[in-house]
Each structure stands twice: as structure tokens, then as C-alpha cells.
């Protein structure tokens, strides 16, 4: 075991052997044949793993997470439209701003924090007046709160409004149906449940998000705008380069990887990904049966509102932020609180990507929480 702590973080994460392998090799041409063909599977790939139909269109940028956010913001909405954002947490209200920002008058649906809205609520402030979309963060990584983005996407479609999920801290972890469930937006980037290094923004758009873009009366910014990178998009899957700004070339080369790691599971990619999900639930409940024995209390109100993806534990009493670095000093790092409201209060833990095959740091993960409680407490 090498004495680099085990990064437990929710994103980045500790990635495969394959895919830090590919990461490491060589950059290569935006316009290789090898380079042309990773680019081509992983947007194939993309559509797969996001459970998209064929004519929804993935795309592939270097960027952030908040990048795919921004890019989704400006290429679905127009400045004056009106948007329901339903609000868990400290991503909720950054889409919030980027939606101002865009011009949009933003109605929030919230609940207390590790709590999220019902689906009737939601459907209440959709009705109240004409709305362009709703934005909902699958899996806030403030609270670690899980929503139902199959209900959410049931009363959008009933109701005709385009939907767009934040998936950063949920897509390859959580299920996801994109096509089924008929959601218009599902974006993430590449340090999360993918399972890769950061640095690249993954969406898929569907076909009336991407009209919704045709019919916008001012183009978004040029890096942002989808017609822009939809050639280029559209030309590697045939196995053809193109250009418009460089793609992370070596990042691309690892997504392959990762992707195809995916979706080896089965032949089939559905039960592929069901295999992902389900395995990413099983760590998740070893995660929660460890801090319910440690006696930790969830952010997440119910077992049903709680991530795959990652466990959002607060502090045992009179304990604070001093148990994040006694975790470290035994070699496990894990993430202090974010939501705004009570930071103070929690930490958290990733259990998302290789680490769901990896038995072994789990336990030493669970371990270092369990003696630096423990320890901590003592010194109560
Ligand atoms: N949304 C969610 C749910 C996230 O967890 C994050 C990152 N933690 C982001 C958006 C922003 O992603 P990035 O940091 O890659 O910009």
C-alpha cells in the first residue's frame, strides 16, 4: 500500500489502475486516428451510460462541472423566461445564480436542509404561471441528498416543461434514465461517479433541448454554444477529426477507458448499468450500517432521500471540525461540510467510482472515521 492517503472526498476520487494509466500516457493529436476513434466510442459510450436514446447528442468538453452548468443554462433559456429550480443545497443555489445571470426569473421550490421538496410541490410552482424549464440537482454534494428525478420528469413532461438535472455528484452512481423518463438535460463532469481525474464536462441533450437552442433569438457565448461544438461532436462519432477549440486529448484517451470500464459489466448496457447502480447502493448501505454503529446521524432526513453516491454524517456531539483532520492523520481524507447553513455541524464521505471495487479501502476508510471518533470522544 503506498503511503498516499486514500483520497475519500466526494470528487475527485480515487480512480482505476486502467484509467490513471491511460491519464498518464502521452498527449496526443486532436486528429490521431486512435485519438479520432477514443473520442467517437466515448461519445457512444456517453449515451449508454446516461441511458439516452439515439438521438439525443452527448457532448465532450474540457471544463468543470460548473462549466456544463453554465452551458446548459445558456442554451436552454431565454433571458425573461421564467424557471423552477428545485433547491437542496449549496450547487442548487449555484444554478440559481447562473440562471440570474442569464436573465431568467428563477421561482425555488426548497426544503430544510437534508430534506427535499415533494413532487407536489414542485407540480404547485410549475403550475403557478408559464415556466421554460426546471433544474433540479440530482444529488446535492452539500447534503447528500438524493432527489426523485424519475417524479420530476414525470410532471415536466406532463406539463411540457423541459427539465435539466445536475448530475455531477450522481451520473454513473445513480439510476438515471434519460430516455425512458424523457429528461431534456444530464450533465456532469469527469471527477465523480464517472471515475475519472477532473477536467472534462460530459452532457447529453436531448432533441428538444437542443431546438430549444435553434430557437433562441441571441446565440450564448461561443464556447458555450452547442451549435459550435455540435459538428465537431457529430463528426468524431463517424470517425472523422474536427476542431473548434482542443479537446483534452489525454483526458479523452482515459474516458475511454472509463467508460468502457462502465459498461463491461455485461454485454448488455442497460444491465451493465443497473450492475453499476446496484453495486454503488451496496457500498452505499456498508457506508451507512458503519456510521449508524458509530452512532452518526445523516444529513438526509430518510434512508430514501440518502446519495449512492456519498454519505453526508454529522458530528457526534461536541465534536467538530478537529474529526476531519484526526481522519487524516490516520490516512484517510475526507471533505468538511459545505451547505452554508450548518458547515459546521458535518463531514463528508465519497463512495463513488473504483473505490465501489475495492473492499479493502472501504474498510480503511470506515476504519479511520471509527478510531478517529473514538479518539476524539476520549478527549471530550
Ligand atoms: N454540481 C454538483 C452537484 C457538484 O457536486 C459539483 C462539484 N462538487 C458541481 C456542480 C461543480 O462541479 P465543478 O467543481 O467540476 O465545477
Known amino acids: 500500500m503506498s503511503n498516499r492517503p486514500l483520497l475519500m472526498i466526494p470528487g475527485p476520487i480515487e480512480v482505476s489502475d486502467g484509467v490513471s494509466d491511460a491519464a498518464a500516457e502521452a498527449p496526443r493529436s486532436h486528429v490521431a486516428p486512435d485519438f479520432v476513434e477514443a473520442m467517437g466510442g466515448s461519445l457512444q459510450a456517453m449515451r449508454h451510460v446516461w441511458r439516452a436514446g439515439e438521438d439525443a447528442q452527448p457532448f465532450i468538453l474540457a471544463g468543470s462541472g460548473s462549466l456544463a452548468m453554465d452551458m446548459a443554462t445558456w442554451n436552454v433559456i431565454e ?20 440562471l440570474h445571470r442569464r436573465g431568467a426569473h428563477v421561482t425555488q421550490v426548497s426544503a430544510e436542509p437534508g430534506d427535499a421538496p415533494s413532487i407536489d410541490a414542485v407540480a404547485r410552482a410549475l403550475d403557478e404561471r408559464p415556466t421554460a424549464a426546471l433544474f433540479a440537482t440530482h444529488v446535492d454534494t452539500s447534503t447528500g441528498v438524493r432527489l426523485d ?8 413532461r406532463e406539463r411540457n416543461v423541459l427539465t435539466v438535472f445536475d448530475g455531477v455528484c450522481a451520473t454513473g452512481g445513480e439510476r ?19 471515475g475519472l481525474p477532473p477536467g472534462l464536462a460530459l452532457l447529453v441533450a436531448s432533441p428538444r433541448a437542443l431546438e430549444r437552442r435553434r430557437a433562441l433569438s441571441a446565440p450564448p457565448p461561443m464556447s458555450l ?52 447502480v446496484s453495486a454503488h447502493a451496496t457500498v452505499a448501505g456498508t457506508f451507512r450500517a458503519a456510521w449508524r454503529d458509530m452512532g452518526l446521524d445523516l444529513v438526509p432526513v430518510s ?24 481522519i487524516k492523520e490516520r490516512g484517510v481524507v475526507v471533505a468538511p461540510g459545505l451547505h452554508p447553513e450548518f458547515k459546521d455541524r458535518y463531514f463528508r464521505v465519497g463512495h463513488m467510482g473504483d473505490i465501489i471495487t475495492r473492499p479493502a479501502d472501504i474498510s480503511r476508510c470506515i476504519d479511520a472515521v471509527r478510531d478517529a471518533v473514538q479518539a476524539t470522544r476520549a478527549e471530550l
Open 176 to 194: 438515471f434514465e434519460m430516455d425512458t423518463w424523457g429528461a431534456d438535460v444530464y450533465l456532469t463532469a469527469s471527477q465523480k461517479a464517472i
Open 225 to 276: 454554444d452547442w451549435l459550435e461544438w455540435l459538428p465537431v461532436m457529430t463528426a468524431y462519432e463517424a470517425r472523422r477529426p474536427s476542431y473548434f477549440a482542443t479537446p483534452a486529448t489525454t483526458l479523452v484517451w482515459a474516458l475511454r477507458t472509463g467508460l468502457d470500464e462502465i459498461l463491461s459489466a455485461d454485454t448488455d448496457p442497460g444491465t451493465a448499468m443497473d450492475a453499476r
Open 149 to 156: 428525478a424519475e417524479g420530476l420528469c414525470r410532471i415536466a
Open 303 to 326: 434512508e430514501a432521500l440518502a446519495a449512492n453516491t456519498l454519505s453526508a454524517i454529522r458530528y457526534p456531539d461536541g465534536i467538530g471540525q478537529e474529526l476531519v483532520s484526526a
Open 79 to 98: 433571458p425573461g423566461e421564467r424557471v423552477v429550480v428545485v433547491n437542496t443545497g449549496f450547487f442548487s443555489d449555484r444554478s440559481v445564480e447562473m
